[in-house]
């Protein structure tokens, strides 16, 4: 029990809740002693083409499971994104299109290898397509008929929408029950998931029972805070770091969040003892700067390699803390025509979306030759060698054609 024990406390650590650990111990006591692999499920909607760090909290959970000789089970819910996901909306999620979900779940799979171990025997990958897809009307409505109304309306986003007059849509209380039923598929032991997904997760262990399983444990794993340190980290608000950016532009993001941050990301990013994430985090004991750039070599060597992680943080020690241009930088064909700072930014790639480029040039993030420039709509006109600064760390040089 020794073992397992020591097992628990390395599962514990950056969770929210165990729902429960005395089952979580019996399980893998139990999975011991008859030397079987539990199944550790999660389930990923592929609603967006790329993976940020926020993904990848729980995905290194679910590594965990597999260095201790558990088989992952990751479901790509080719199916149920069809129906879009209620959790934590204000209103309908919009349906996905077939091709949208392909081309997404592609980039899902290849980007998840960047953290789990997709040796076949240590990963299963499921579409949930190829169950829910069969299912007739009538054994819909036999899944329907686990779960009452009431329960349903349990869940906090449906009950902020009725108290707001704001509509709910029958097909929304099909999803939860969906996902559940993709534990009793898979024979789930045990599910991952953010804080966001308790409830479609807690659901699962309901579905299971009422089909005669033993109900899955249920891990939940917080939300990563985006680097704007107010909002969850996400693509679409420009606050993310993708785990497909280049080492450079993740060692600048990493350098971009708040000291208060830290601990917070060296805790849920990274496999450092806790006694030494103390000393990292408490100034007093080392420098915020120091600790800063150990934690983004360390999130770099995850994705990339130590070689990787040395030359950005010496790039970026040249070109912010002295003040210089780096001696490389891409240069972009553009038109002498005139053209917004906005659009500008999006024609260099340097932003992902023009909603991105207007929040990074209002937040006083947008160069032009030195000058600042906070205006999206301002009238630019490029010209030949004009350097395009985004941020502290992204150079684009222009060549006018």
């Known amino acids: 029990m020794a073992d397992i024990k020591a097992q628990i406390e390395q599962l514990k650590r950056g969770t929210v809740e165990i729902f429960n650990e005395n089952e979580l111990a019996q399980r893998l006591g139990a999975a011991a002693k008859e030397k079987r692999r539990l199944r550790i499920k999660l389930g990923m909607d592929p609603t967006a083409p790329d993976i940020h760090l926020g993904h990848t909290v729980v995905m290194r959970k679910m590594r965990q499971f597999q260095d201790m000789g558990h088989k992952a089970v990751l479901i790509i819910g080719d199916y149920t994104a069809r129906i879009g996901d209620p959790t934590g909306q204000n209103t309908t999620r919009p349906m996905l299109s077939g091709e949208q979900i392909e081309i997404n779940a592609k980039t899902y799979l290849e980007q998840a290898g960047k953290v789990l171990d997709t040796a076949k025997d240590k990963l299963e990958v499921r579409y949930n397509s190829e169950w829910l897809e069969k299912m007739s009307l009538m054994e819909l409505i036999q899944l329907a008929a686990k779960k009452t109304i009431a329960q349903m309306l349990q869940r906090d986003s449906f009950k902020s929408r009725l108290q707001n007059d704001i509509d709910v849509y029958t097909h929304e209380f099909i999803y939860p029950l969906m996902q559940g039923y993709d534990s009793v598929v898979v024979k789930s032991d045990v599910e991952l998931g953010g804080t ?23 891990i939940t794993m917080p939300i990563l805070v985006g680097l704007d340190g107010i909002e969850k980290m996400s693509k679409s608000k420009g606050n993310y770091i993708g785990v497909t950016d280049s080492p450079k532009d993740m060692f600048g993001k990493v350098m971009s969040i708040s000291d208060e941050m830290m601990e917070n990301y060296y805790t849920l990013l990274t496999d450092i003892p806790s006694d030494k994430i103390k000393e990292l985090v408490n100034p007093q004991k080392t420098h915020p700067k120091e600790a800063k750039v150990f934690l983004g070599k360390t999130i770099i060597k995850q994705f990339y390699d130590e070689t990787a992680a040395e030359l950005a943080a010496a790039e970026f020690e040249k070109v912010f803390a002295q003040k210089q241009m780096p001696q490389e930088m891409p240069e972009v064909k553009i038109s002498g025509e005139p053209i917004t700072a906005a659009k500008l930014l999006a024609a260099c790639g340097l932003v992902a979306s023009g909603g991105e480029a207007k929040r990074l040039i209002t937040q006083g993030g947008l160069t032009i030759d030195g000058e600042k420039v906070t205006e999206a709509n301002k009238s630019i006109t490029p010209t030949d060698g004009m350097v395009v600064r985004a941020g502290k760390l992204k150079f684009a040089k222009l060549s006018v054609s």
């Open 196 to 218: 966001d997904q308790t409830f479609n997760n807690l659901v699962g262990r309901d579905i299971q029972r009422a089909y005669g399983q033993k109900p899955q444990i249920v």
